[in-house]
């Protein structure tokens, strides 16, 4: 039973357009929401975050959006850049607990 | 940076054998993690400590033990290794700011077991 799920396994898109990744969850005890890149070789760095009581988080290139009602997050990339090519892990947890649930990620490609 | 080690970034072994993988940070976390991450899956929490001789299971937990005798070392042993524990390890801390955890993680160990 996936609790978080990224049901994209790869993107595809051009250097200097949007990359949009999704990201839904089933537990609607989630109330803290994290993006992280990885490159091949290389442990998970994070990226971004947000928060149950926000809608939208900002960072540079990167915003990450929350729609509750819908239990679905994207991360937008603009504009995509080559050294974004990664896989994007988004991850869900509760207030007080210990674990962090991780999706199975998607791997973007970003062509030059 | 975390000040996160993992060693040995590699190994190979052979089925039945003992492995254990270490975990080491400098920051006195009190919250650390082991991860597998397989390909379709993401990663997956193998065991998890709140403090030293703390320890809890995750959700593959079978097949693995941990200790933590001191702050600063996690370790991760596969008491007879199977096929299908050759993975990517890793190992995470934990940093909490307000009433938000926020995880970071060691370069990983890829471990092939024959």
């Known amino acids: 039973d996936q609790q978080v799920k990224q049901n994209s396994p790869s993107l595809s898109v051009q250097e200097g357009r949007i990359s949009i990744l999704n990201c839904d969850y089933t537990n609607s005890m989630f109330d803290y929401f994290l993006w992280y890149k990885k490159y091949p070789a290389e442990g998970p760095t994070f990226l971004i975050s947000?928060?149950?009581?926000?809608d939208k988080n900002e960072d540079g290139r990167f915003t990450v959006f929350l729609n509750k009602s819908a239990k679905h997050l994207s991360l937008h990339i603009v504009p995509s850049q080559p050294g974004d090519s990664a896989v994007y892990f988004c991850?869900?947890?509760?207030?007080?607990?210990?674990?962090?649930?991780f999706g199975a990620g998607t791997r973007l490609f970003v062509k030059a | 940076d975390a000040g996160i080690t993992q060693s040995p970034r590699h190994k190979v072994t052979e089925t039945g054998t003992p492995v254990t993988l270490r975990c080491h940070q400098t920051e006195n976390h009190r919250y650390m993690y082991w991860y597998r991450q397989d390909p379709g899956h993401g990663l997956r929490l193998i065991h998890y400590?709140?403090?030293?001789?703390?320890?809890d299971k995750g959700e593959v937990s079978d097949g693995y033990s941990v200790s933590r005798s001191k702050t600063e070392d996690f370790l991760l042993t596969l008491e007879s290794a199977t096929s299908s524990q050759t993975s990517v390890y890793f190992c995470?801390?934990?940093?909490?700011?307000?009433?938000?955890?926020?995880?970071?993680f060691g370069p990983g160990t890829r471990l092939l077991v024959l």
């Open positions: 991850a869900a947890r509760s207030t007080g607990g210990f674990k962090t649930i």
């Open positions: 995470a801390i934990s940093e909490v700011q307000g009433t938000q955890e926020t995880q970071y």
């Open positions: 400590s709140y403090g030293v001789k703390d320890t």
């Open positions: 947000i928060s149950s009581i926000k």
